[in-house]
């Protein structure tokens, strides 16, 4: 089993910049890609970020290009999602989501836990 554990979020007034990171651990594992999906009340969860762990390429959700930044460490087996000019529609719980290889078996899905991002206007 992979855990990602999420740090970040918080509340923040509209315009400013919040820093979301994730640190996936466990036993012998290979990341195939990272990434952030948010679900705000009422809503379905949606794609926010994702990166390939292999060429670092990242690719986001039209409403946030240009605002949020996707990095990856490999090293660390973290991401970190930069989101500046935050907007109240911004307001969510952010997961983090991982594609990973566990011991060689097929690629499976790991979830963090969520961690809230409030935007205030």
């Known amino acids: 089993q992979v855990q990602l554990v999420e740090s970040g979020g918080g509340l923040v007034q509209a315009g400013g910049s919040l820093r979301l990171s994730c640190a996936a651990s466990g036993r012998t594992f290979r990341v195939i890609n990272m990434g952030w999906f948010r679900q705000a009340p009422g809503r379905e969860r949606q794609f926010v970020a994702g990166?390939?762990?292999?060429?670092?390429?990242?690719n986001y959700v039209t409403s946030v290009k240009g605002r949020f930044t996707l990095s990856r460490d490999t090293i660390k087996d973290t991401v970190t999602l930069q989101m500046n000019s935050l907007k109240p529609e911004d307001t969510a719980v952010y997961y983090c989501?991982?594609?990973?290889?566990?011991?060689?078996?097929?690629?499976?899905?790991?979830w963090g836990q969520g961690t809230q991002v409030t935007v205030s206007s």
């Open positions: 990166i390939s762990w292999s060429d670092g390429s990242a």
């Open positions: 989501k991982a594609k990973v290889q566990v011991d060689g078996t097929w690629p499976q899905d790991s």
